[in-house]
């Protein structure tokens, strides 16, 4: 018969594993669905909904059972079922994920639904423990309220514990898998552990489970989460899951998370046009005219990533001075590793957040590139007044502050409102629309400048060829965009929200085209 103590024990253990799977769902789901707001919502509430199952039916469960040997057997159960959630979930994702890409909204929202059950029945079993523990521990009604307050806020502890163990997991190097698979058999020791007190008999025919879970994560060790064309490398972190492409050219591509939207470029060709990193080299010819290459003096890079920002100034303006943040350090090392960042010896890497480092940073800068999405997400607190007063105390009096900003079709509410927020700082505000992506550059100048500016600076550009044709493309690209919509301020970052709203939007438009 387990003692009262190691009933407590269950219940920590059973309350660490709730949380944990929670918080390893989300980077479970990460690289086929992001990890926005759309994400973050429903998972939360159907992991609560389950639990709330679970403490109904294990209330009854155990009046009806008030054994130990059927507690344990619910929490091996639970444990060996969390435990098959990844190898489950790999086909059902990949399926999934594919059909999403259509934007369909009753695909998506009826898929991703499908792929949250996947939890619904070991998460409802560990929702059973906690009413079970109380029904066992209970030797006397009158110390019914001292007994449940005691096991809810062990439980509880436990589930402090499970936020932070899949980020530890995850840091040491134990992929989504493995961390699903750890947790599974942290469980499972316990469970066995009961049974071993309770029925031994029970032990011999559940030590199965255990065995069954190690054979699977030895036979998919090594295996992609994902395996699209190309791929050379993967790994997962804290912040992202990391994928790296070849291509048939030479060139190497970076993708997190979902792989919607490629994250760094490296091309052995140096000047080969590559997009929207292109644009943010012409930003300071926003300045009034005649204002040569020669004028830019240093650059700030707030989402450095893989580096493609950095290397493009190198190769057009020379090694001039260039601080980049990045604030996963495993992206910087697949930078160095596969996108040549040694290369750039005056590139001077800061793993930190983009506002810590600016804020810590004692230098002034020509130029500051925010560049920190996350798929399609700005993150808030690099969107608001605020951090444009400080991106501004960090810019020279010719400097120019240039944001990535998505729009959807024909959808501009965040790049207005972002122009508007930056309007708040800035004297001129000019926008320029990425043609042939959903890519559009916020430049705030500190001068006060036109739209003519650039087309004026055109003919100091003539003996850089990517510089002049990026730019003449800028100008041919330009927005007549007015600030306006929302302003977001710290104490009202609405960037997040806003970009929700939009791509609810688009899908809704799209199911109906």
């Known amino acids: 018969m387990p003692s009262r103590r190691y009933l407590y024990l269950t219940a920590f253990a059973g309350g660490l594993v709730s949380l944990a799977v929670e918080m390893a769902a989300s980077h479970l789901l990460r690289p086929y669905f992001g990890s926005s707001n759309l994400v973050w919502a429903p ?43 990844p190898f489950a979930a790999r086909p059902v994702l990949t399926t999934v994920h594919l059909d999403a890409a259509g934007f369909d909204i009753a695909v998506l929202l009826g898929s991703f639904a499908a792929v949250l059950l996947l939890f619904s029945l070991p998460v409802t079993l560990l929702g059973c423990v906690s009413p079970f ?10 110390s019914a309220g001292r007994v449940a307050g005691r096991v809810y806020a062990i439980s509880t502890a436990g589930s402090f514990a499970g936020t932070f163990l899949p980020l530890l997991l995850l840091a040491l190097g134990c992929g989504t898998r493995d961390t699903f698979v750890l947790l599974a058999l942290l469980l499972l020791l316990v469970a066995l552990g009961g049974l ?18 190690l054979l699977l994560a030895f036979s998919k060790r090594g295996q992609p989460v994902r ?46 046009p590559l997009g929207v990193w292109d644009y943010f080299l012409v930003v300071p010819y926003f300045n009034p005219p005649p204002y040569p290459p020669e004028r830019v003096a240093g650059v700030a890079i707030v989402g450095l990533a893989a580096g493609t920002v950095a290397r493009q100034y190198t190769a057009v303006y020379g090694p001039l001075p260039i601080d980049g943040a990045e604030i996963d350090p495993a992206i910087v090392r697949v930078g160095r590793e596969y996108f040549a960042l040694d290369d750039l010896p005056n590139l001077r890497v800061f793993v930190a957040d983009g506002r810590y480092f600016l804020s810590r940073s004692d230098r002034r800068y020509t130029v500051i590139v925010v560049d920190a999405y996350r798929a399609t997400y700005i993150p808030s607190h690099l969107a608001t007044v605020e951090f ?39 004297p001129a505000v000019h926008v320029v629309a990425v043609p042939e992506s959903f890519n559009t550059v916020v430049v705030g100048t500190v001068r006060p400048t036109a739209p003519t500016d650039l087309a004026a600076n055109l003919p100091l550009l003539d003996g850089r060829p990517l510089l002049a044709s990026t730019a003449r ?18 104490d009202h970052p609405l960037a997040e929200l806003l970009t929700d709203a939009m791509v609810v939007d688009f899908a809704l438009d799209s199911s109906r085209r």
């Open 196 to 213: 071993a007190l309770s029925r031994p008999r029970l032990l011999l025919i559940y030590l199965w489970l255990p065995l069954l879970l």
């Open 133 to 142: 523990i109380i029904r066992l521990a209970l030797a006397d009604v009158r």
């Open 388 to 426: 444009f007063r400080l991106a501004r105390e960090h810019l020279t009096d010719d400097g120019v502050l240039a944001v990535n900003v998505a729009h959807a079709r024909g959808d501009y509410r965040l790049v207005e409102s972002l122009a508007g927020t930056l309007a708040q700082v800035f």
């Open 473 to 490: 493309q800028a100008a041919a690209n330009l927005l007549p965009l007015s600030p306006g919509g929302l302003v977001f301020t710290d």
């Open 43 to 85: 998972l939360i509430g159907l992991i609560l909904l389950y639990l709330t199952a679970g403490y109904f039916i294990g209330g009854r469960w155990a009046d009806r059972s008030p054994r130990p040997a059927t507690l344990y057997q619910i929490v091996a159960w639970a444990a060996f079922l969390v435990g098959l959630v």
């Open 227 to 272: 395996s699209p064309d190309g791929l050379i490398f993967e790994t997962e972190s804290p912040y992202n899951y990391i994928q790296v492409l070849a291509d048939a050219d030479g060139c190497r591509r970076l993708l997190l998370d979902d792989g919607a939207g490629v994250q760094s470029v490296y091309c052995p060709d140096p000047f080969r």
